[in-house]
């Protein structure tokens, strides 16, 4: 198929020229590509984004060595998911948990394309390697609202129990974790999480790289997120935990995590008095399953990849509360 002609199609507006590659996706299942747009007398985007999925023919290429049968069939459910999320539910998420709107989308056996808005140029140009208060601040936001906006809704059409780690997807990884006491938990985290009454849809894959912030000459304020390939249900410490690990290092967690709680929680309930709905209770459940979450990841990190660096001290304590 000609990508160019079909984005013309898709959007009544002529392509400008070849696309820039902007990154690969993981383990060698296609790419994101920009596309720029010719002027139109309507106005509207000057460029879009392209999520292009191609399965790769001849196995994954994981830079850690993952590579099975069962990794590829996950990672090819996860791209059904994202594309079910955009459709269905992301409407819900509104503005204060800011997605790229889904623009058009096509389906192949080779794999599928995923058109979405541009959000550099919707003012969300920059990426951080490193995080100011502000922008953990605006990140806490955004998930509270997320979780929010999706307290108590059924995942159908996503992971029932979302997030790239979850147990029943991980057998491979469980086995390669060398504590006998913390595979033998495993399960117990799991439950533990599965359990809580109060669900709604995590974002299973937010770290900071997925987060879009304002230029860096701008205060952030609000920022956008992407990659919603393992969303699905679950409890929204999951999503805070694996953020705060994923760009705060052993001593800011040692020294700042629990006021992050706080801070989510202030927010979350902000968030669900607008919508009529009492957060103590979410609260005092999801405060509980707390360390619970860091848990959960760090079983799957110590299987999938010993030594990581997000296997903290931090973590190793809040895993071994509750062993």
Not at 35 to 43: C, F, M
Not at 97 to 112: D, I, K
Not at 148 to 165: M, N, Q, V
Not at 245 to 272: I, K
């Amino acid at each position: 198929m000609d990508t160019g002609a079909w984005i013309a199609r898709s959007l009544g507006v002529d392509v400008a020229g070849p696309p820039e590659r902007v990154q690969e996706l993981w383990s060698g299942y296609g790419a994101i590509e920009r596309w720029r747009l010719a002027p139109s007398a309507a106005g509207g985007p000057r460029s879009v984004v392209l999520k292009r999925i191609r399965f790769p023919s001849a196995g994954s290429s994981h830079p850690r060595g993952w590579d099975s049968d069962r990794s590829d069939a996950r990672k090819r459910r996860s791209y059904e998911v994202e594309r079910a999320f955009y459709r269905t539910f992301a409407g819900a998420a509104e503005d204060r948990a800011r997605l790229p709107a889904l623009l058009a989308e096509h389906e192949s056996a080779e794999g599928a394309l995923l058109l979405l808005e541009d959000l550099d140029a919707a003012g969300f140009p920059a990426r951080r390697s490193a995080v100011s208060d502000d922008d953990v601040g605006a990140c806490v936001r955004w998930l509270a609202s997320f979780h929010a906006a999706f307290l108590g809704r059924t995942p159908d059409g996503l992971w029932e129990r979302g997030t790239y780690w979850h147990l029943a997807t991980r057998p491979d990884e469980l086995a390669a974790v060398e504590d006998p006491a913390l595979k033998d938990a495993a399960a117990r985290f799991d439950l533990a999480i599965g359990a809580a009454r109060h669900q709604t849809l995590v974002h299973g894959d937010a770290k900071l790289a997925n987060f879009c912030f304002p230029a860096p000459d701008e205060r952030c304020a609000e920022v956008s997120a992407v990659d919603l390939q393992y969303v699905g249900g679950g409890v929204g410490v999951q999503d805070l935990a694996y953020f705060l690990g994923s760009c705060l290092d052993d001593r800011e967690l040692t020294a700042d995590a629990d006021a992050w709680l706080d801070r989510y929680f202030t927010a979350l309930d902000a968030e669900l008095a607008e919508r009529g709905v009492d957060g103590a209770p979410v609260e005092a459940e999801w405060r509980v399953l707390w360390p619970y979450a860091w848990a959960d990841f760090h079983r799957f990190l110590a299987g999938w990849a010993p030594g990581h660096w997000k296997l903290s001290a931090f973590s190793e304590r809040m895993t071994r509360s509750v062993l």
